[in-house]
């Protein structure tokens, strides 16, 4: 059995933990707020984008586009996995990247059906290590990451499906459902069916009519790439929110499973110390009716 000492130096370190995890559940508190108001925000633009480009993919006759259009062969397929730069978040990643694993092994028979653009260092470190080839990475986006921040690896990989490089696109994070709750996502980034553009304009009740210049033809041309830009940045910032989301579970778990140790080895310290006195007494006692 440990000694008094031994155990109240538990108690006092597994004290001083509980004090640091409570203030990292705090502290992601706080980033959750500011995550989900910024992916909040954000929301408007790419719904704006979505209703021009489905108005002029709709009610353009003979109009297409290659970002467009589903390709006949599909021979390899890029995936955009966005994880976290930090762990202590639960099952955050391990589970987005385990069912990245299972669908790419799943689909492709080889690594040279597929490849990865990586957002994380733990993705990042995660994939090198199993040798899975890596088109693209970038660690160190901050808490709250502006578009200029993946703005050069959205534009790079619109590009590389343009260029043939990928024939389909998806994109795979950490949707937020709620502080408690996130849920593994995939979404098909390119080619865009994200929208139908057949009967669209009927849906909405205040539908609007627009008028293009120079041509319907050229604005779908610069609308589409930063269209697809905006589904990446949208889902880097869902899953920012599901980041900070799942890490303030952790702590708080973590913090009540302290509460809970330190209960349990000052049950214990208690116990040994009342034993330690019982000890003392019968030693006094037995010492002074030997002398008698």
Do not use: W
Not at 87 to 116: F, K, M, Q, W
Not at 131 to 155: H, R, V
């Amino acid at each position: 059995m440990a000694s008094l000492k031994e155990i109240k130096t538990r108690i006092s370190s597994t004290k001083k933990t509980k004090q640091i995890t409570k203030a990292m559940e705090m502290v992601s508190a706080a980033k959750l707020n500011k995550a989900q108001s910024k992916a909040e925000a954000f929301q408007p633009y790419t719904d704006k984008i979505r209703e021009v480009v489905t108005s002029i993919a709709g009610g353009t006759e003979g109009l297409s586009h290659p970002m467009l259009e589903m390709r006949d062969k599909v021979k390899k397929t890029g995936y955009i996995v966005i994880t976290s730069d930090r762990g202590l978040c639960g099952a955050y990643n391990s589970g987005l990247l385990r069912e990245t694993v299972r669908l790419i092994n799943e689909r492709h028979a080889s690594p040279d059906e597929y490849g990865i653009v990586v957002m994380g260092r733990i993705g990042r470190d995660f994939f090198k290590k199993r040798n899975m080839p890596i088109f693209q990475e970038i660690t160190g986006l901050a808490d709250q990451p502006d578009y200029n921040d993946i703005k050069n690896i959205a534009s790079t990989t619109v590009e590389m499906f343009e260029d043939g490089v990928f024939d389909h696109v998806y994109i795979h994070y950490n949707h937020f459902v709620s502080a408690i709750s996130q849920q593994v996502t995939e979404t098909q980034l390119l080619p865009l069916t994200s929208f139908d553009t057949t009967g669209e304009a009927e849906k909405e009740p205040n539908n609007l009519e627009y008028i293009y210049e120079p041509n319907a033809e050229s604005i779908l041309e610069d609308l589409l790439p930063h269209y697809a830009e905006s589904l990446i940045f949208g889902a880097l910032l869902d899953g920012k929110a599901s980041e900070f989301g799942a890490r303030m579970s952790a702590m708080r778990s973590a913090t009540d499973n302290a509460d809970n140790m330190i209960d349990d080895l000052t049950l214990v310290y208690n116990r040994a110390r009342q034993a330690a006195i019982t000890q003392e007494i019968n030693e006094i006692v037995g010492g002074a009716a030997a002398q008698g």
